[in-house]
């Protein structure tokens, strides 16, 4: 008998990649320094693979062309990059249980096919038709995840059948070779239409002022309680560097970047916040809610998470529920950059580049260790490997040699890092 994960505690789990790490006590930045490199030996790569990656990347992609650091450049990877991001944010939450979703892509498709018509034949205002899209999302995630909770049937399965049968929705409501507008002024303006320049800045100084009293904040509180806490400088860096980050992309992406110089073009593209908010609630979700706490633990050992009381078929039905509502918002994502939606649509190889995203950005396939910022990370280097190859005029298939070759090193850090975890016992 399952019993109720409100009625008995849950297993200490603790999320990968680092989240607990503050809690270590460090008399030093030098002594944090050398706790972080031991964990690095023991295994515990978390991001740092894919972001060194990423730097090479934009070093090499820099040097073969001088037109990838432009301005312009970086707002256009900026938005081809959020919907591989949002979609393999939801493609996280699954494979932390070391489960898998194939039809992620096309729900997308189908999520952004309903939310065009009701637009177009029904006229409906923007925020009701992307409701009706990610509640359709979300009943495509309550069906596959009843199906593999509660009957047992391996996700791999249930997701293949549902991506086979989710192309039929776009197929039979658009047509074979038809398309629909999708030229809402809001939904189409996520890729075309920035964040006045004033605006950008309130919030980038907003970010960082946020950022900065939480973590002092949180640093002053466990000092005080006499519990384990990072050393002070640490923190301060740790403010620094998002600070530089922060106001210097703001900085830059204001920047007029319009080939046309009677043409102002700047500011933040609309997309860029989305990807922001959804990181920001899901990074809350995992690290400081009951849901995220047993989500790791059932990924970590499901039989174990049971015996200690969680409702193990519950959080897998929600994780999947997660994953098609981000499907379906990766969906619209897509459809604002193309400004349209077909049969087609979250079709190809949009499933297998947000798995990618995911797994290079540093979550496990084997399921108990991820976190929503691996997903930016990864999305970051599969859209720059085709933002780069593209300003090079390389053809297509170097792009899916590289992605692949890129997929398969991370994987192989991924199962490398988990054989030294084992090896250390941890």
Known sequence: MTVDNDTQPAPAAQPAGGFDNDNRQAGSVGDAARDYVNRLRGGDMGSLPAILGLVVLVAIFASLNDRFLTTYNMANLVIQASSIIVLAMGIVFVLLLGEIDLSAG???????????????DYDWTWWMATLAGVAFGAVIGLAIGSLVALLGIP?????????????AVPLKLIGSGGSLRFNDPVLRGLSIK????SAGWIAAIVIVAVFAALSLWRFRS?????????????????????????????ALL?????????FNISGIPWAAPVVIALLLFWTFMLTKTRFGRHLYAVGGNAEAARRAGINVRRVKI?????CTSMAALSGLLSASY????SPGSGGQNVLLYAVAAAVIGGTSLFGGRGRAIDAVIGGLVIATIGNGLGLLNQAAYINFLVTGGVLLLAASVDAISRRRRSSAGV
Do not use: E, Y
């Open 338 to 341: 193309t400004g349209k939606v």
């Open 318 to 322: 929600t994780a999947f529920v997660i």
């Open 194 to 197: 920035n964040v006045p320049a």
């Open 106 to 120: 096309v729900a997308g498709g189908a999520c952004a096919t309903i939310t065009a018509l009701m637009l177009i």
């Open 155 to 167: 996700s791999f399965v249930v997701t293949l059948a549902f991506f086979l049968a989710l192309q």
């Open 254 to 262: 204001n920047l007029n970047r319009s080939p046309n110089p009677t």
């Open 222 to 250: 466990l000092s005080s309680k006499g519990l384990v806490h990072p050393p002070l400088g640490l923190v301060v860096i740790r403010i620094g560097v998002l600070a530089v980050i922060v106001l210097g992309l703001t």
